[in-house]
């Protein structure tokens, strides 16, 4: 029964939409480090049922601080998931109602784990301290295509993380 009456909370909860930037923000907990990729599924799910109740996770619906919280669970779901979302985010961002970083990051992972180039520069790897992009389409030109959508340039990125302990990377 006490499972019963907290699945019921729960139901209200999402069908309240004062909550759901508080539901977004409890899927992905600061400070969790690794821990935070864990119950991936599960994760994708309620943010799924949250997105088809309220519309996708935008800064007008959930707040500034867990737009990115929903990116996270987001883009450590599956590939389908994000190529589902995609245009869902594409419009948001042309309605000024999400940020360019964030679009750009899930753009950018979706071309990846299909195996083209990034547009972005976004998916990168470390070996020591130096950062190396995975393969990006025309990187004579990324600078520009990061300054348009407001992401850091690929030397300021390169100085953040080398200066963050490497427990945070």
Not at 23 to 39: A, T
Not at 83 to 95: H, W
Not at 128 to 139: A, Q, S
Request: glycine residues 8%.
């Amino acid at each position: 029964l006490i499972d019963l009456a907290k699945e019921d909370r729960l139901e209200e909860r999402l069908l309240d939409k004062e909550s759901v930037g508080l539901q977004i923000g409890e899927l992905v907990p600061n400070g969790l480090g690794v821990k935070r990729y864990l119950n991936c599924a599960l994760r994708v799910k309620k943010l799924d049922s949250l997105i088809s109740i309220f519309g996708f996770p935008t800064y007008s619906i959930v707040g500034y601080t867990n737009v990115p919280k929903a990116m996270t669970v987001i883009l450590h779901g599956p590939l389908e998931y994000m190529e589902k979302v995609l245009p869902i985010a594409q419009k948001a961002y042309d309605e000024g109602n999400f940020d360019g970083y964030q679009l750009a990051h899930l753009i950018d992972r979706v071309l990846w784990l299909n195996g083209k180039k990034q547009v972005y520069g976004t998916q990168f790897y470390f070996i020591e301290d130096k950062i190396y992009l995975f393969p990006v389409e025309d990187p004579k030109n990324l600078e520009k295509r990061r300054k348009k959508m407001d992401i850091p340039t690929v030397k300021s990125l390169q100085y953040y993380y080398k200066n963050k302990p490497k427990g945070e990377r």
